[in-house]
């Protein structure tokens, strides 16, 4: 008895990484598009959204085997395969890191302004937001993150799935006789690829995750059978969570006079109204708070993640670093998505629209970099059913990303 406590004991004190992960990743493609592809086509895409993670679950997993196995983080991994690779991961990852910096931010604070009881201009609350970020990461780091990560995991998790009782309780408010719009239109190819580009995130969050594997285990030893256990907690709470949301959109939503907007903000901010119009107005401070942890959680991952890939990037460079590169990094990226809110407040809807248009784009050449390194590491061996799901992932991120191109530019 006492022997299986302490096993469980372990395997919780390892958590950590995938919990982290999964408080990056439910953000936009969970709060917006998940829930908006409910909203507008009912119950249609919910296969979509259960293939798209299964599909990309061995891809995700890579990262974190590959750390577990060699010590090192995929960053590291991309720098020994070759330098096209390795500088195409820094190129696309400073574009992700501004612009996913700029869109979380903004959202968070929007979804705050719209909440709060006094009027406090959105360009502020940012910069409260922003700062209020800086302060866990700059004087706790990693482990504040950890541990805030954790909170926000509990309670986002609680509140999401007493909104969804609730809504199952009131029953599906579309009229009967209601016949939604099909997303297997030729024209539906754009929202349905940027649905899948940031489900349940883009890969390079399996980069970020390795390193927040690394900086674990440098507080503690974490075996295989932890690490993984972290990861598939973390990644199917996360697509669960995503069916979570679809199911809200739908039954909340759906075949409702109002048209959906397709703005995240304006979204989000449409979600919550129709949310205390159908189920009283006692559900907006619910439904306000799910929508806040699911923004600042992700914003506060997205600010550290990314700064860990940028500053793992410089450190394999042949260029002098200094020891406080991280919070050089850190903060940069931080003030440079503050001025893309500030200088192209206008066009952040179509650059999110970009950022997760070029993320499913460019998904197959990092799920197969990821696939390769794994391979490539005599001591990882998997199962029929991962390689047989690495193949099929394959095949489909190739096979979709070619029918979008095609279909994009001619």
């Known amino acids: 008895m006492q022997s299986a406590v302490s096993h469980w004991q372990s395997k919780l004190n390892a958590l950590g990484p995938g919990i982290l992960m999964a408080t990056a990743a439910i953000g936009g493609s969970h709060l917006v598009a998940s829930t908006q592809a409910g909203s507008l086509f009912g119950w249609q895409l919910f296969w979509l959204i259960i293939v798209v993670n299964v599909l990309k679950y061995p ?36 574009v992700a890191a501004v612009v996913n910096t700029a869109g979380v931010l903004l959202l968070t604070a929007s979804l705050l302004h719209y909440a709060l009881p006094v009027t406090i201009s959105v360009t502020l609350l940012c910069w409260i937001i922003l700062a209020v970020c800086l302060l866990i990461l700059l004087l706790g780091h ?62 390079e ?36 969570l995503a069916l979570v949301f679809f199911s809200l959109g739908v039954l909340v939503q759906y075949g409702q006079v109002q048209a959906v907007q397709l703005g995240g903000v304006a979204f989000a901010k449409q979600l919550i109204d129709m949310y205390a119009l159908t189920m009283g107005e006692w559900a907006r401070p619910l439904v306000s ?53 500030l200088f192209f407040k206008s066009a952040l809807g179509p650059m999110l629209t970009f950022a997760m248009t ?53």
């Open 142 to 203: 990693f482990k504040a993150l950890d541990n805030v990560s954790k909170i926000i995991m509990v309670l986002l998790t609680v509140t999401t799935v007493a909104a969804l009782v609730v809504a199952i309780n009131n029953g599906l408010m579309a009229p009967v006789d209601y016949v939604g719009p099909s997303p297997y239109e030729l024209a539906m190819l754009g929202f349905m690829v940027a649905l899948m580009g940031w489900m349940p995130a883009p890969i």
């Open 205 to 240: 969050i399996s980069a970020i995750s390795s390193l927040w594997l690394k900086e674990k285990q440098q507080q503690q030893v974490i075996t295989k059978q932890q690490g993984l256990f972290d990861f598939n907690l973390g990644y199917w709470l996360t697509a669960a």
């Open 358 to 410: 070029l993320a499913f784009v460019t998904t197959p050449v990092f799920a197969w970099l990821n696939f390769s390194l794994v391979r490539s590491e005599p001591s990882i061996v998997h199962s029929p059913l991962i390689r047989t799901l690495s193949w099929l992932g394959l095949v489909y991120l190739v096979g979709f990303a070619l029918v979008f191109l095609v279909w994009k530019f001619t």
């Open 289 to 341: 708070g799910i929508a806040f942890l699911c923004m600042f959680g992700t914003t506060l991952t997205v600010l550290d993640g990314y700064a860990r890939t940028l500053n793992e990037s410089h450190k394999l460079l042949p260029v002098k670093q200094s020891k406080h590169s991280l919070n050089m990094w850190l903060l940069l990226q931080a003030f440079s998505g503050m001025a893309i809110i």
């Open 59 to 94: 891809f995700f997993r890579f990262g974190m085997e590959y750390t577990l196995a060699t010590k090192q983080s995929l960053v590291e991994g991309y720098k020994q395969k070759g330098p096209g690779y390795f500088y195409s991961f820094i190129a696309l990852n400073i």
